[in-house]
């Protein structure tokens, strides 16, 4: 994952001195109050919308310093999921829950076979937008939504809630 997000901190160099502020409380806001069972999917870029509220004209520098905040988030909370979904398959599998040992085995390639479908979506949604220096808002919104969505599939699913 990381190899993916070094290039894309090249696209934010220029907004990092202007001081902008990036707060998650947002979307961290609006899943609270969604509940169990409710349509998570509306608080997907709520923490970037707002901070890109406090820009001056919304340059795509700003958008992308905005939208790689929130993608960062989301991609913790897979990788949160992912760590704790490592940490039982680590115990023996008489100890973890027959569908966690069952599922085990597929997770890895999961993940894996994901990342490779995100990156081809967002290249092929980011070709249809401005190219060049506009490319990169359009690539960090569809991998902001892409990643927010698999996070909140994999939080509901492992959760019990999917």
């Given at each position: 994952m990381l190899r993916f997000l070094l290039p894309l901190s090249l696209?934010?160099?220029?907004v990092l001195a202007q001081?902008?502020?990036f707060q998650i409380g947002p979307t961290e806001d609006c899943l609270a109050?969604?509940?169990?069972?409710?349509d998570k999917h509306v608080c997907i870029g709520r923490?970037?919308?707002?901070?890109?509220e406090q820009a001056s004209g919304a340059s795509d520098?700003?958008?992308?310093?905005?939208?790689?905040q929130e993608f960062g988030w989301w991609d913790q909370q897979i990788n949160d999921v992912t760590m704790d979904l490592r940490?039982?398959?680590?115990?023996?599998?008489?100890?973890?829950?027959a569908d966690l040992a069952n599922q085990a085995s597929t997770a890895?390639?999961?993940?894996?076979?994901?990342?490779?479908?995100?990156?081809?979506?967002?290249?092929?949604?980011?070709?249809?937008?401005q190219v060049g220096a506009g490319a990169g808002p359009d690539y960090l919104q569809c991998l902001l939504q892409e990643t927010a969505e698999q996070a909140l599939y994999l939080g509901a699913l492992y959760s019990g809630e999917g």
């Amino acid at each position: 994952m990381l190899r993916f997000l070094l290039p894309l901190s090249l696209f934010v160099t220029p907004v990092l001195a202007q001081d902008m502020s990036f707060q998650i409380g947002p979307t961290e806001d609006c899943l609270a109050q969604s509940g169990h069972g409710a349509d998570k999917h509306v608080c997907i870029g709520r923490a970037a919308a707002a901070c890109m509220e406090q820009a001056s004209g919304a340059s795509d520098d700003e958008m992308s310093f905005c939208l790689l905040q929130e993608f960062g988030w989301w991609d913790q909370q897979i990788n949160d999921v992912t760590m704790d979904l490592r940490r039982a398959m680590g115990q023996p599998n008489d100890e973890l829950p027959a569908d966690l040992a069952n599922q085990a085995s597929t997770a890895r390639d999961l993940y894996e076979l994901w990342v490779f479908y995100r990156k081809a979506r967002c290249d092929h949604e980011a070709s249809f937008g401005q190219v060049g220096a506009g490319a990169g808002p359009d690539y960090l919104q569809c991998l902001l939504q892409e990643t927010a969505e698999q996070a909140l599939y994999l939080g509901a699913l492992y959760s019990g809630e999917g």
